[in-house]
DNA sequence: TTCATTGCAAAGTTTTTGCATCTTT
DNA sequence: AAAGATGCAAAAACTTTGCAATGAA
């Protein structure tokens, strides 16, 4: 399956889509720009926000919409999961855990075909 | 349980209240604006900001953010619920059931304080 | 060499803040 | 009268866009 990023393969494209790949959990704007500009590379704000909305397109990535407001992207080919939230330090993780079992894919009337659950409290970091 | 919005009850904070608890669903800034702006009114949107972020930390309404990311308030009072999202239709509905059942608080280390969960499906009239 | 992509800076949007004035208590 | 709340306008924060320079093919 050849990943295409838009019509050219530069070196910040592939940059930005590492950094959504590798991350603990899905990733803002701002998080990805602090990740993407280091000692020994620089990318342009403007070029994160075309990237992402590139990867969108490309169904290389999705935005997930936490109850914060926050956009946030992670990669597309992750396996079901949840988010967890930390209500002290904002931090998003991934919940591989789903304690959900929809035998019954039928609720008030409606059809089933998928769900999303965000959980808040305090992640295991500022729990010490 | 008296209901107290900042130290004083102003006639701005009880019509922002007034609009966020009698609106059909949750609402957007743009929509308390347009709704507190008549012809015998009228509020400031630095008021609408500040009113919303005070009935917030009141917990007299909460925040909501649908799929199109845009954030949006409801009562606080609505018991606990999760929000149905029709693929067909694209009408947001509150479920009322909560089919999860958190006997165990802590989930990957974390400390579990809250749920939310979005159904995505087809709803009953689509299904028809 | 060609033309998509980048980075900067300017322009749009959205949200917050300072301050003089107004209103609740 | 005192102190919180409002509204305006300015400021800050967040995104998008134009354009000359850069770099992938």
Chains 1, 2 share one sequence.
Do not use: W
């Amino acid at each position: 399956m050849p990943k295409k990023i838009g019509q050219r393969k530069t070196q910040q494209r592939e940059i930005i889509f590492e950094i959504i790949k590798n991350a603990p959990g899905p990733v803002s704007v701002q998080e990805i720009l602090e990740a993407a500009n280091t000692d020994e590379q620089s990318i342009g704000i403007a070029t994160i926000y075309r990237t992402v909305k590139l990867l969108l397109s490309s169904h290389l990535i999705q935005s997930v919409t936490l109850p914060d407001g926050q956009a946030r992207y992670e990669n597309a080919e992750l396996a079901h999961h949840h988010h967890f939230h930390c209500n002290k330090c904002g931090v998003v993780t991934d919940i591989n855990e789903c304690c959900m079992h929809l035998h019954d894919n039928e609720v008030a009337g409606n059809l089933i075909e998928s769900h999303e659950i965000t959980f808040f409290g305090v992640c295991k970091a500022c729990r010490a």
